[in-house]
T-cell receptor, first 115, second 112 residues
């Protein structure tokens, strides 16, 4: 089934630890995104990639890094987790960044709790 | 002012009612518009794109008003299964993904 796979589904992480959230898509979409969703704040863009080999900063990039070595994978790394990074993280993709014909497709999310 | 604003609701309406809500945006250069639906603890899913001429998909109608800079979503003959949060998405055009803005969502609750 075509779509986006995120792993893990949920995680409890000790503050100060490093963690990588995985995201893989099989739709050959050019653009990929990482969002965090917090109650009352909606979806906020962390990092994005318009195409393989390029990345950019979104609205809330501090404390996070990404890489886009190929079309399918877009991992998000928290170098040293802090409690304020407790959130639900969604990976998304689209055929093009700005005017996607079919909108944006989301993964099922990773619930991260930093203690 | 937020770039994209939605009434958070909740809208609590009886089954069978018609309900509508708007989403306003501040960037007049915005080019693409979408409505997404998000169920509790699930990922957002595309409900419909919003075209300049307006578009309809079954019980759902989306409209774009560029002059007043808002999009709307109308749901007719509402069903219990329509209960969800509805997010609007606005993109500013260009080649970068940095100008894709999600509204905070409008909660809709349909009661029997």
């Amino acid at each position: 089934i075509a779509g986006i796979t995120q792993a893990p589904t949920s995680q409890i992480l000790a503050a100060g630890r490093r963690m990588t959230l995985r995201c893989t898509q099989d739709m050959r979409h050019n653009a990929m995104y990482w969002y965090r969703q917090d109650l009352g704040l909606g979806l906020r863009l962390i990092h994005y990639s318009n195409t393989a080999g390029t990345t950019g900063k979104g609205e809330v990039p501090d404390g996070y890094s990404v890489s886009r070595a190929n079309t399918d994978d877009f991992p998000l790394t928290l170098a040293s987790a802090v409690p304020s990074q407790t959130s639900v993280y969604f990976c998304a993709s689209s055929d093009t960044p700005q005017t996607p014909i079919y909108g944006y497709t989301f993964g099922s999310g990773t619930r991260l709790t930093v203690v | 002012r937020k770039e994209v604003e939605q009434d958070p609701g909740p809208f609590n309406v009886p089954e069978g009612a018609t309900v509508a809500f708007n989403c306003t945006y501040s960037n007049s250069a915005s080019q693409s518009f979408f409505w997404y639906r998000q169920d509790c603890r699930k990922e957002p899913k595309l409900l419909m794109s919003v075209y300049s001429s307006g578009n309809e998909d079954g019980r759902f109608t989306a409209q774009l008003n560029r002059a007043s800079q808002y999009i709307s979503l109308l749901i007719r003959d509402s069903k219990l299964s329509d209960s969800a949060t509805y997010l609007c998405v606005v993109t500013a055009g260009g080649s970068s993904a940095s100008k894709i803005i999600f509204g905070s969502g409008t909660r809709l609750s349909i009661r029997p």
